[in-house]
């Protein structure tokens, strides 16, 4: 039998993959597993349950009663009148240590009460001296919190304020008149007050806790710029941190790692309801989301994608089959956010769409399911708290998307799901981020020389040549043209921005460079529920213009071709064999692949005027092992461009689910770059070049068990979404046997000074 007959079943003489039999067999087989006919209409699908399983109940009431804490006496009839009259040993625990002046990171799954374990020793120390600071990473949380906190502090007279963009006057008459003790604040209003408000700076000498809630959000750009905000901070004061946060693999070293102090880390084990966890494989998502709502069409149903374009179809197809849902994401105006939130808590909205924006403790009511795309087991089982925070059964749906290398590889091996975790990350060495935080510090109080690190000082030099600081009696300042570079700054984001322009007004913006791979000309996108066409795109304006589009089911793809170059090679493995460096990455694109929305069938190739923009950032150079040469057409060339793939692909599994933010350059010499695709870099490559070895055990297992045994491989294996070259040329053998050499310790030495200048040579990214 040929390799192309086996892709097709005898029985019926379709694609086996698609065939009605192997349908009926899966459906027979998921209803074996299904437990109960509630449950029934979740497995009654053509889809693959790969993995069903039951979490119990664990350590769900606290124990400790109230009175063997110690607490101030009215701090503890405020604690009794909302209910609480035992605290769980991870609560007590972390109220003596953080009493003691420890360093602490709290990690518990949500719901737990994490905010008392670390609100009672902050508001004990503020009531004998300074004030405390808790950042959350955003408004919706801060706001969900202050009645709670606003309580607890007026109990011991205390005043707590809550201080972002949309607080009144009083609240701010408050902060800057040092009359709030305790200030309930986001990294952004913090950044900006410190730097342009000469009364923040006088209340901050006062700061002697700071408090970051949901720790594991900061990873990335936020990470790295809540980096330097401490460090602002602690220019004008010395305090204590505490950070709360759910399941992270390294809560400890990424808080130290974050704010450069020792941290304690205290851990709390629970669960309050049953909870019914099935990881389903599916050919669409799209597809089974709709079939999932469908199937609970009484229930609060809670849908987190991993992107704006996930978020946006699935509500978008949901919405035209008659199903009322709601879309949940950043840069969305706030009423409507509100909006979507208030509606689902009263239950007059049953689904929302959303963004990690959701996964972060906002009271949105009872939640009955849960379904989320593909996120590593930590950032789950936060996504999933939010359902039976009551007490009730529920039901968390993790779905594996079958053109999808490491979906593959969780299907044939689902227990490795909850061993693969997920860690904080943070690029401090990002030079793009520490101009503008540099110059922060320069405008708040002149940097003295013996305050400057080593790493910081080609930028300091640099920043002095184009006058943006200037030195003065060995100190430095900032210049008047600093203030104006600092109106681009955005503690979320560097880079610029394209503005997304229809019928003459702004309806939104895309950051570089993920907007040129988005908004190019002839694109389709969602957004806001509407179907845009890209019309025209102006880099030299940064303005994309669009205009309605109502025809089809049609999306569209990029083809594009990304050329690297190393300016600096900052670490080296002891093998010589990978080396992680700054970079500058020559992005173009010259055309695209429209498909269809569901099926992802290509319908078109359209070529258009190249697109290019240059960025710098962070990465690393692998040189891959090189196998014996196989009589294919384009042997090497395939070998590595298939390895990067499934590398970057894999990375989801060590990253959490990064590799949407990554991008990757193969040639056929055997060279692979894996980059970040943000501006000056997030840290993710830098994750994933530690993890090497995994990774590439990882790819071995994905293109070896791969059920195609096609030579190019398949979407399961070494084909990806993210392909500037139409996934052309793919060799599935020739990576496999790479992957093998390499996890047998054969290693090759890389040449990293050849890609210094601008390189001219065959990449397949």
């Known amino acids: ?97 953080l009493r003691k002046g420890k360093n602490a990171v709290i990690t518990a799954p949500t719901g737990f009460g994490k905010t008392e374990a670390f609100s009672i020793p902050v508001l004990e120390r503020v009531s004998r001296e300074g004030k405390a600071i808790i950042l959350y990473p955003t408004k919706a949380l801060a706001r969900d919190q202050e009645v709670k906190l606003k309580y607890y502090s007026s109990s011991v007279g205390l005043n707590a304020v809550r201080f972002d963009g949309d607080s009144g006057y009083e609240e701010r008459k408050a902060v800057f008149g040092g009359k709030a003790d305790v200030i309930l604040s986001n990294p952004d209003m913090i950044d900006y007050h410190l730097r342009n408000t000469p009364a923040f700076k006088r209340v901050v000498k006062d700061l002697t806790f700071l408090v970051v809630d949901e720790l594991h959000s900061y990873t990335g750009l936020l990470g790295l710029n809540m980096y330097y905000l401490v460090k602002r901070l602690s220019r004008f004061s010395e305090f204590q941190i505490a950070c709360a946060s759910a399941t992270i693999a390294n809560p400890k070293d990424f808080a130290e790692e974050l704010f450069e102090k020792p941290f304690i880390h205290i851990h709390g084990e629970h669960r309050k309801a049953l909870l019914h966890f099935i990881m389903r494989y599916t050919p669409s998502i799209y597809s089974s989301i709709k079939e999932i709502a469908m199937s609970l069409p009484d229930k609060k149903l809670l849908v987190f994608g991993n992107s704006y374009k996930s ?83 529920s039901v968390g749906v993790l779905l594996l998307r079958e053109e999808d290398s490491i979906s593959t590889y969780y299907k044939n091996k689902p227990e490795d799901y909850f061993r693969d975790e997920a860690f904080g990350y943070a690029e401090k060495l990002n030079e793009e981020v520490m101009r503008y935080q540099l110059i922060s510090m320069c405008m708040e109080e002149p940097l003295r020389a013996e305050e400057v690190k080593e790493e910081w000082r080609d930028v300091i030099e640099s920043l002095l040549e184009k006058g943006l600081l200037v030195e003065l009696d060995g100190v430095y300042v900032a210049s008047e043209m600093a203030k104006e570079f600092m109106k681009h700054f955005n503690m979320r984001g560097i880079g610029e921005n394209v503005k997304m322009i229809k019928d003459g007004r702004i309806i939104g913006e895309r950051v570089l460079p993920v907007a040129i791979k988005e908004l190019f000309p002839g694109s389709i996108i969602i957004h806001n529920g509407e179907r845009l066409k890209c019309v025209a795109l102006d880099m030299r304006k940064r303005e994309a213009v669009l205009e309605e589009y109502r025809h089809g089911n049609e999306i569209t793809d990029p083809l594009y071709v990304s050329l690297p170059r190393i300016t600096k090679v900052e670490e080296v493995k002891p093998d010589n064999s990978a080396a992680y460096c700054s970079l500058e990455i020559t992005m173009t694109v010259f055309g695209y692949i429209e498909r269809d929305m569901f099926s992802r069938e290509k319908k078109k190739i359209q070529y258009i005027e190249e697109v290019s923009y240059t960025f710098p950032t962070k990465g690393f150079l692998l040189a891959a092992p090189l196998p014996q040469p196989m009589d294919y057409e384009d042997f090497y060339a395939g070998t590595f461009h298939a390895l990067e793939h499934v590398l970057i692909e894999a990375s989801n599994a060590l990253t959490g689910g990064g590799s949407q933010q990554m991008g990757g350059i193969s040639t056929p010499e055997g060279d692979i770059f894996v980059y970040d695709a943000t501006l000056g870099g997030s840290g993710l490559s830098k994750l994933l070049f530690k993890r090497l070895d995994r990774a590439f055990e990882i790819a071995y297992e994905v293109l070896k068990k791969c059920e195609c045994q096609r030579v190019d491989g398949c979407p399961r294996c070494t084909y990806s979404y993210q392909c500037g070259n139409n996934n052309q040329p793919l060799n599935r053998i020739g990576a496999m046997k790479a992957a093998k050499i390499f996890l047998e310790r054969v290693r090759r030495k890389i040449q990293a000074g050849k890609y210094e200048e601008p390189a001219d040579f065959r990449y397949f990214p």
């Not at 009654?44 to 790969?50: A, G, H, L, R």
């Open 1 to 97: 039998m040929s390799e192309i007959d086996d892709l097709f079943c005898p029985k019926c003489g379709m694609l086996r993959r698609r065939c009605v039999c192997r349908k009926e067999t899966i459906r027979q087989r998921n209803l074996k597993l299904c437990p109960s006919d509630e449950l029934k209409p979740l497995f009654d699908t053509e889809d693959e349950i790969v993995l069903y399983r039951t979490f119990e109940p664990f350590n769900a009431e606290p124990v400790i009663p109230v009175e063997e804490l110690g607490l101030p006496v009215l701090l503890e009839k405020a604690l009794k009148r909302k209910g609480i009259e035992r605290f769980y040993p991870f609560q007590a625990e972390a109220i003596e240590e």
């Open 311 to 393: 978020v946006e179809t699935s509500a978008w197809i949901l919405n035209r089959e008659g199903i009322r849902t709601a879309v949940h994401k950043s840069g969305l105006p706030k009423n409507i956010r509100l909006e979507a939130e208030r509606k689902f808590r009263e239950g007059k909205l049953k689904v929302v769409v959303a963004t990690p924006t959701l996964e972060l403790g906002i009271d949105i009511g009872d939640v009955d399911a849960v379904v989320s795309e593909l996120v590593n087991y930590s950032t789950f089982l936060q996504r999933v708290g939010r359902a039976g925070r009551k007490g009730q059964e």
